[in-house]
């Protein structure tokens, strides 16, 4: 491996990342944008769904969120002053599209022309992610993404943003997380659009892969030279215990969270043990959602593969089991975020060797990969989040390690920039490397934030 060049002045890392690594943080338009209602943008169905009781933690909704809509500038000037390299944010449907299809709403479309030329100017690559999560309500009143109708819109809409932003845009991700968007939305109800119908569950995740596989296409006619992926939240899956009995348990919660995505993007079609698992269990009658020619479309070639990696699961075989996973995790040891999410930097590591082994992306980015802490500011005003810090430190060490074991990894996004809207847990949960105050909307780099720029600027650890 050849060292990065440092930074005129920074010290040489200990452990030095390619020169072509990226470092990036990324971000997602419903988390930080606010301005709900502004310039035409339509209503998404996380509008909706934070407005019915009960679904958010605090009671509170992305319409100001970070404001970063009014705050753009300031938000790119910060980033350039953290040194980033790379910013991965996602575009609002319903800002570009208000109804889901048809009219453009050219303010809308205006605010990420903007974005991109003013991420270019300071030298920062714009990453972009095409749906994360924020459906035009539109198109959920008539079936959302358990519509094969709305396979089509989300490929229009990627045709729309990538031909008015791809002479400047290369790299491109389709969908952030389909299996949140299909299992926590459609099965557990617990995101928009708060669903609990096993059948919406698997409908949504086909739609969602289909639509991926259409628009990858579609997203290189309309920006030549781009790079297109999507990101997938993968978690690896370790027993709880040598017994048959958890190994198989394990083997189950790996098909359905992580190679029901996998296996498909890679032609391999749905793994057939949970396809079993589905028609035994009876949990979804008639699999017509599945046309001639889908599979074949999802598994449309890509330029590389989003990983999020946030933890592992340890997984029990012997209690009662999950319609879903099958199983239930057992969060091991004390060391847990404020999501209580287990700290393990060890799985990312073996994770990202065997997404290399088994199914050989072109290459593989890390897109996002953060902790919930609430740190806030002292009385001298710093935010100390030495456990952030760790955080990131310590799965950047992995990262390192799998490029030495030969993972074909090329750049890594924190989650987040900035402190903010977590979806069901609203802004109870601080991910960001930068502080937010959600009363004056200042912004504050904590710890984090500056040790991350200092890592950036040596081209490593
Ligand atoms: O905030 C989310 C993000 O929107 C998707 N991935 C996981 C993050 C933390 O929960």
Redesign the pocket.
Known sequence: MRAAPAAQGAPAPRLPFPPDFVWGAAT?AY?IEGAAADDGRGPSIWDTFCAQAGRIADGRDGAVACDHYHRMAEDVALMARLGLEAYRFSIAWPRVLPAGRGAVNAAGLDFYDRLVDALLAAGIEPWITLY??DLPQALQDEGGWTARSTVDAFVAFAQVVAARLGDRVERWITH??PW?ASVLGHLEGVHAPGLTDPYAHLASSHHLLLSHGLAVPVIRAAAPGAQVGIAL?LVPAEPASSSAADADAARHFDGCFNRWYLDPLAGRGYPADIVAHYQLTAYVDAWDFIHDGDMAAIAAPTDFLGV?Y?SRGIIRGDAATGIETGAPTVVAGADKTD?DWEVYPEGLRALLVRVHQDYAPPAIYIT?N?A?YADGPDGAGRIADARRLAFHEGHLRACHQAIAEGVPLAGYFA??LLD?F??A?GYE?R?GLVWVDYETQTRRPKDSALWYRDAIAQGGL
């Open positions: 997602s988390q994360h999560w952030n997380e949140c939240n999020n946030y999501m996002e953060g919930a989650w987040s903010n977590e979806w847990f949960k991910f």
